[in-house]
T-cell receptor, first 113, second 114 residues
Framework: AQSVTQLDSQVPVFEEAPVELRCNYSSSVSVYLFWYVQYPNQGLQLLLKYLSGSTLVKGINGFEAEFNKSQTSFHLRKPSVHISDTAEYFCAVSPFDGQNFVFGPGTRLSVLP | KAGVTQTPRYLIKTRGQQVTLSCSPISGHRSVSWYQQTPGQGLQFLFEYFSETQRNKGNFPGRFSGRQFSNSRSEMNVSTLELGDSALYLC?????????????FGPGTRLTVL
């Protein structure tokens, strides 16, 4: 079974400041890793995913994440946030066989002017 | 290209009733997955359908069921509704089977059980 932990339920940050949203996972099998974003009153949108290869993954809207196998982490970063980045961010894992999909509890990012 | 559409967007039911939610995937997508989102439990995977067959299933009771039609549209049914079934139900479509593929989410159906 897989589980995902997002240690910060809320992260306030000022506009143009850098941000890191933390994600740790637990799994007995190899997994693929994802970050999704949910804007208010909307469905989820894929930001980026790690399937294999380079551990540094670049996504949309200037976000990037780094897979660290030894620490079982997949933290999301952005060097300079905008007001429009205010949303809820979900880390998720899927085992290689795609038989399940587990989301973390989410981190609410609030970008302040 | 039109996105994933879900109908209805809002629904109010009473305990004991049943409900059917509909999802139309992006044209060409053959996989449809369903998720339940609640403040307490967060986002939870319900099931995935591909080529009219349920391929994967989350840990939900048998009251939750679904089906997929030949045009890839999918319906989800919840029987004997309970108060705890109040949630946002999200549908997602992807080109291929397997939740590791990029999923495109609809706006959801908000179900309220009174």
């Amino acid at each position: 079974a897989q589980s995902v932990t997002q240690l910060d339920s809320q992260v306030p940050v000022f506009e143009e400041a850098p941000v890191e949203l933390r994600c740790n996972y637990s799994s007995s099998v190899s997994v693929y890793l994802f970050w999704y974003v949910q804007y208010p009153n909307q469905g989820l949108q894929l930001l980026l995913k790690y399937l294999s290869g380079s551990t540094l993954v670049k996504g949309i809207n200037g976000f990037e994440a780094e897979f660290n196998k030894s620490q079982t982490s997949f933290h999301l970063r952005k060097p300079s946030v905008h007001i429009s980045d205010t949303a809820e961010y979900f880390c998720a894992v899927s085992p290689f066989d795609g038989q399940n999909f587990v989301f973390g509890p989410g981190t609410r990012l609030s970008v302040l002017p | 290209k039109a996105g994933v559409t879900q109908t209805p967007r809002y629904l109010i039911k009473t305990r004991g009733q049943q409900v059917t939610l509909s999802c139309s995937p992006i044209s060409g997508h053959r996989s449809v997955s369903w998720y339940q989102q609640t403040p307490g439990q967060g986002l939870q995977f319900l099931f995935e359908y591909f080529s009219e067959t349920q391929r994967n299933k989350g840990n939900f009771p048998g009251r939750f069921s679904g089906r997929q039609f030949s045009n890839s549209r999918s319906e989800m049914n919840v029987s004997t509704l309970e108060l705890g079934d109040s949630a946002l139900y999200l549908c997602a479509s992807s080109l291929r089977q397997g939740t590791y593929n990029e999923q495109f989410f609809g706006p959801g159906t908000r179900l309220t059980v009174l």
